[in-house]
Every structure is written in C-alpha cells, then in structure tokens.
C-alpha cells in the first residue's frame, strides 16, 4: 500500500477528507520496522498494525482537544461533578480522606463536594459526612490538596461545593483558611448577588466556591432522612459478573417511589427571608466568598424552578426529586437550566456508593449530575464517557436545543417524540490483548475463553439499546465481524456503550472490558477502541478493532 493507496484509503474509508500524501507517507513511516518494503509502502502486517494501534488510530479525536466554546456562562455546560468527594468507600462507615478528592482532580472532575461539621473540640473544621460513623479528615488538608492537584487534568475551574454545619466563628476561620490556601486563584464576585454565570474561560485557573446557609442543610437532611431510610439495595435482575444495569428511563421507574407524598418533594424548605436572615449571622468574610449561591425558595415546585432575571443560583435536587419533577415540570427544569445551576445528587438509599443513570438530570439540562467517584459500574462508566468529550477537560458546552428558546418562548421538551436524525452503524470485527494482560487461566483454567461482547446506547430513553455479538470460544483473539445499527433522534447526548465478557457455563460471566464513548465525537472509520477495567483504568494491549460510520 503506497502512500497514494493509504491516502485514499483514509479519505474514502476513514472519512479524513483532508489527509495529504505527506500524511499518509508519515505513518508508513512510523511503521517502517514492521515491513522490509517500507519505502514502497505498507504491507499487510504492517496496515494491520497501523489499524490496531489506538496511538495513531484512537475513536476520538486526540489532535482536537478543547474545541468547543468555552466563552458562554457556566450554566450552559454539563460539569464533572463528584459526590462527597471525601469518601474513601461507602457512605456509612468509610473513612474520610484527601486521597479520593485528589484521585478524581486528576481524572478531570471539575466540582469537589466537602461536607463541613465541627471538631470534637468545636475549634477547627474537620471534613466528613454526618451523623455516620464516617471517620473525619481536616479540612485544611482537603483544600490544600485541591490547590495542588485542581489543574493537573485540566485548566477551567474548579468548583468546591460547601455542605455547611458550622457556626459563624467557625465560618469565619473557613474564610480565612480558604482565603489563605487559595490566595488570588479564588474567584470572589464583587456583587453579592451574579445576573449572570461567568464563563469558563474566564475562570481558568480559578476555584470557585458554592454554598447556602447552614440551617437550610440541617432542614434538608433532617428531611432527607425521613424521606430516604438508608437500607440495602435490592439486586437488580440484570445484576451480573460486572455490575447492576444502568437503570431505564422508560416509564415506570417513578413508581418504585410512589410512597412519597406530593409535597414532600420541595415544601420542606425554609422560606428566602429566613435563609437571608440565617446568611446575616454567618461571617462576614465567609459570605464574600461565595460565588454560586444555592438554596430552595418555599412554595413547592413551581416557585423553585422560578428564573429571576436579576439574579442566578444553584439548585440542588435528588435524583428522586428530579424523576419526581420531571414527570410533571420538564420543559420548566430545562428553562431554569438555561440560566440557572441544577445540581442532581444520589439518593440516600445508595450506601455503598452507587450511582444513577445520569441521563435523567442531562437531558433536562442538569449540569452539576452528581456521582461518587470511588466506585464502579455501568453509571460511572456513562459519566466518564460524556467527560471525553472535549478534550476531557472537564466542560462539555450542552446541546443548543436545551439552551434554545423559540419565538413563542417555548423549550426543549424531554419528553417529546423525536423523529431519527442519524443512524450510527457500528462493525464490530475483532479484538486482542487479553493474552497480555490478564493472566492465561483467569477466565478459564483448561482452555483460552469464550469472548462476547456487548455493544449500545446510552441516551434519551427512545435511543437507549444495548445489544450483543455471538460468543466465539476458545479463542484469545475473537473475531465477531458483526454489524449493529442503532437509530438516534437525539444524538448529541448518546454514549457508545461497549463491553466484553467471557461466557461461564457454570458460574458468572467474567468482565473482560469496557468503554464509553461520545457519538457526537467519534471519527468515521476503522478505528482502535482501547478498553478500561470495571475501576476506569486502560488495559495496555486490550482493544477491539470497530468501523463506524453514520447512514
């Protein structure tokens, strides 16, 4: 294969319009040492290779980076956003520690969530999540690692969200410890109030704090509590070797809660006079630093997913709360995201650290979809395959049909039945590498394993499938040569869902791979698609070799 062949070769095959010769002549070049012919061109091996390499031939783009506009408020980007981002395990009884804030810096995550409560000696502020036997962790230690980790994966902002049990004295020694640690990286509004969310990159560089005051949190977990009395998960029926399915959003999934009563949803709050007058007594100096303010105003559903067009906030909301609201209030919650932060957290029921289908807060705008990050799992992989995109830096800007607004004032509808916009047709030939990485009897004592895989849709609960290739046994390199077509009416927040498993007659399947990746950035083409463990590491050497092209 000659550079004129491989030239065409992308263009026609990889859809790289635009790839020249001198390209094409480069990566024969970068493959020389396979191919005694190499200033002639490829051989046979020597293309297999360059196919197979996901250096040179990854799924997504890795020359794009940030490519998105990043000059638009916050509020108009889905953000990486961690759940008590503090905890090493489950939410019970797991210690407390820096090390799971700085793991997920690290990995990219843009929003750090620290439950503040007071010491046992009621001088300083320890870190840990209340009224359980979680152990504490000083705060001074967690913010000093997030200023030294917040932009090791990425340089937009970091937000540090603030769930606050303390006193005013305490609060003001908060103030000055993160006045202290931050210094001029703190973003610090000049009004006490935003008319609008700067954008991120106007806060590159930047920490930013969000937090309402404190008798509002105590209300809210006293409420939470009764609400959400923690016990165990039921297992769920498609619950196999690698984990629980992501749940559907296709009806039926607010039944399962329908012991809760109407007004429980948001009633429960205080009222904005008494939430100011509770801010009145807080620090001075604490409340300065407060870019995003949060809290729910009284009146029910209707009153909280008011926009005030003088003043943005943050709401924050269960995923309970939020399935609850959008069965009734869709279009509302996508016309307060437009300008507004809604933060979606896990419900209490989730004491070891599980995680939702992130979907359900995306799809009405949610841009603060809240998860534990010190976990695994279908969700989480969802989670870290949307935060992909973008160069991973953390901000993916949303979709314009969640920020559009038409001439008769009116908004996206959630639920609304979308025609087909593309169709994403996905080969799956082979796959390799396990030979390498895993040992040669861990799927099978006596003989190599029976691979099959699995491959889908996350998305709008329309375009959501997840369907599966035949198992080919005894073999270390399957190839499948399988082709599935999956129809999309709203691809711009559809995830590629993949996953490998070794078929066991006699016990669960094992996990051989995984990964999630964005539709509305995959490259047209034969590619190499690297696969992660269930914990979101990149095997070395397994990967699949997968065409995609949209119809």
């Known amino acids: 294969m000659t550079a004129t062949h491989l030239r065409s070769f992308l263009a026609e095959v990889q859809r790289e319009d635009n790839a020249t010769e001198e390209e094409a002549q480069t990566i024969i070049d970068g493959h020389k040492h396979l191919s005694i012919f190499h200033r002639r061109g490829l051989n046979l091996e020597s293309f297999f290779n360059y196919l197979f390499s996901h250096h040179n031939n990854p799924p997504l783009s890795p020359s794009i980076g940030v490519h998105q506009d990043m000059s638009s408020p916050l509020s108009h980007y889905f953000i990486y956003t961690g759940h008590n981002s503090y905890l090493t395990g489950n939410q019970l009884s797991s210690d407390c520690s820096d090390i799971p ?24 502020v320890d870190v840990l999540h209340g009224r359980t036997l979680t152990s504490p962790v000083a705060l001074i230690k967690c913010l000093r690692s997030i200023k030294q980790h917040a932009f090791v994966a990425s340089e937009y902002p970091v937000v540090i969200t603030l769930e606050d049990h303390l006193t005013p004295d305490l609060q003001a020694k908060v103030a000055e410890m993160i006045t202290r640690t931050f210094g001029d990286t703190l ?15 106007s806060l590159k560089r930047r920490v930013i704090i969000s937090t309402k005051p404190p008798k509002e949190y105590l209300e809210a977990k006293e409420v939470q509590e009764t609400e959400e009395e923690p016990q165990q998960e ?16 296709r009806g039926g999934t607010i039944s399962d809660y ?31 630093l407060i870019a995003i303010h949060a809290g729910k105003p009284k009146g029910g559903l209707t009153e909280c997913l008011k926009v005030d067009p003088d003043k943005v906030r943050r709401l924050s909301l269960s995923e309970l709360q939020l399935e609850k609201a959008a069965e009734t ?22 004491i070891t650290s599980t995680n939702y289908n ?3 807060g995306w799809m009405h705008g949610a841009q603060m979809v809240a998860f534990n990050m010190q ?84 998305g709008v609960p329309n375009d959501t499938v997840m369907k599966k290739t035949e198992k080919v046994e005894d073999n270390w390199s399957p190839s499948w040569n399988q082709v599935f077509e999956f129809p999309l009416a709203v691809p711009e927040l ?52 997968m065409r995609f092209e949209f119809i």
């Not at 869709?330 to 209490?348: A, C, D, H, M, S």
């Not at 698609?529 to 397994?542: C, E, I, M, Q």
Request: glycine residues 8%; charged residues 30%; proline residues 6%.
């Open 234 to 249: 039921k297992p769920a029926d498609d619950e196999e070797a690698w984990g629980k399915e992501v749940p559907s959003l």
């Open 187 to 201: 973003f610090a509004p000049t009004s006490k109030s935003l008319k609008e969310f700067p954008s991120p990159e």
């Open 329 to 350: 209030h869709g279009k509302e919650i996508v016309r307060f995201t437009q300008r507004n932060i809604l933060r979606v957290y896990p419900k209490g029921t989730r």
């Open 494 to 545: 559809a995830l590629l869902r993949v996953e490998v498993h070794e078929y066991d007659m006699s016990e669960k399947d094992d996990f051989g791979g995984q990964t999630c990746l964005p539709v509305w950035e995959l490259r047209s083409g034969i590619r190499a698609v690297p696969l992660y463990s269930r914990n979101g590491d990149k095997y070395a050497n397994v990967k699949l070799l």
């Open 358 to 360: 992130p979907l359900i």
């Open 258 to 288: 329908k012991n809760i009563e109407d007004d429980d949803v948001l009633d429960d709050e205080e009222d904005i006079d008494e939430a100011e007058k509770s801010r009145q007594d807080a620090a001075d100096e604490y409340r300065r």
């Open 101 to 124: 804030i700085i793991n997920a810096l690290q990995k990219g995550v843009r929003v750090i969530e620290l439950d503040i409560w007071p010491n046992e000696s009621k001088d300083n």
């Open 375 to 458: 976990g695994y799992g279908r969700s989480l992989w969802l989670m870290q395959g949307m935060f992909k995109a973008n160069g991973g830096c953390g901000y993916v800007k949303k979709p314009d049909f969640l920020l559009k607004v038409g001439q008769n004032n009116e908004v996206f509808d959630p639920k609304a039945h979308l025609p087909v916009k593309t169709t994403l047709k996905v080969t799956i030939y082979m796959g390799e590498g396990w030979f390498h990485d895993f040992k040669h009897t861990h799927f099978d004592k006596f003989s190599p394993p029976d691979f099959y895989a699995r491959v889908g849709i996350a």
